[in-house]
Nanobody, 115 residues
Framework: QVQLVESGGGLVQPGGSLRLSCAAP????????MGWYRQAPGKQRELVAD???????NYADSVKGRFTISRDNAQNTVYLQMNSLKPEDTAVYYC?????????WGQGTQVTVSS
């Protein structure tokens, strides 16, 4: 079974920063564009950023200018640098393929922005 392992979440004050990491199996990471998703309580999961195999990026309007997605092809890892965090960024963050069919979702990593 494919395993995506997210890490780096935590509790941070508004305006703070976090860097999330996602380790993916090579057979997935080397073939597909990857995305970071988030799901807040009571809301649907949404794509917040994605990155192609060659490094082209896209961002949801809500995070544009504050979040940066990157990938390390040697480490099979995708990152999400999150700056200027807001309380509305509070959610569980997941990584997966940029579009369906998705591989099995990992456990995610909780990000809580609160004073």
């Amino acid at each position: 079974q494919v395993q995506l392992v997210e890490s780096g979440g935590g509790l941070v004050q508004p305006g703070g920063s976090l860097r999330l990491s996602c380790a993916a199996p090579r057979r997935i990471f080397s073939l597909y564009a990857m995305g970071w998703y988030r799901q807040a309580p009571g809301k649907q999961r949404e794509l917040v950023a994605d990155i192609s195999l060659v490094g082209n990026t896209n961002y949801a309007d809500s995070v544009k200018g504050r979040f940066t997605i990157s990938r390390d092809n040697a480490q099979n890892t995708v990152y999400l640098q999150m700056n200027s965090l807001k309380p509305e960024d509070t959610a569980v963050y997941y990584c997966n393929r940029q579009r369906p069919p998705y591989v099995s979702w990992g456990q995610g990593t909780q990000v809580t922005v609160s004073s």
